[in-house]
């Protein structure tokens, strides 16, 4: 599947960030949870650099689940609210 050709045509607008990192069945879990965390940051300081250049409507979301909280999350009351974004899935993005 042509990622690059889907996104050019269906979101012209559109950033895609991607993280690289070496992963093992060892380091796993917690390269997962750094690699989501490095682009919930990225998109926070994207998002205020837009918005300081006159782009107010600009937003950012993840693919897959958030990892921002270390222990479980609480399903009541998000502990980061500010860094949390929306998953892709949730919103109907193919």
């Not at 607008?13 to 690289?20: D, G, H, Q, S």
């Not at 879990?29 to 998002?47: A, M, W, Y």
């Amino acid at each position: 599947m042509d990622y690059k050709t889907i996104v050019k045509s269906e979101y012209p607008n559109a950033i895609v960030l991607k993280c690289t990192m070496s992963i093992t069945i060892e380091n796993f879990e917690v390269v997962r949870f750094k690699t989501t965390n490095i682009i919930h940051l990225c998109l926070g300081k994207l998002e205020k650099l837009l918005y300081d250049n006159n782009d107010s409507l600009a937003v950012s979301f993840v693919g897959g689940s958030c990892k921002l909280c270390e222990n479980d999350c609480n399903p009541h009351s998000c502990a980061n609210p500010k860094q949390a974004r929306i998953p892709l899935g949730a919103i109907g993005v193919n």
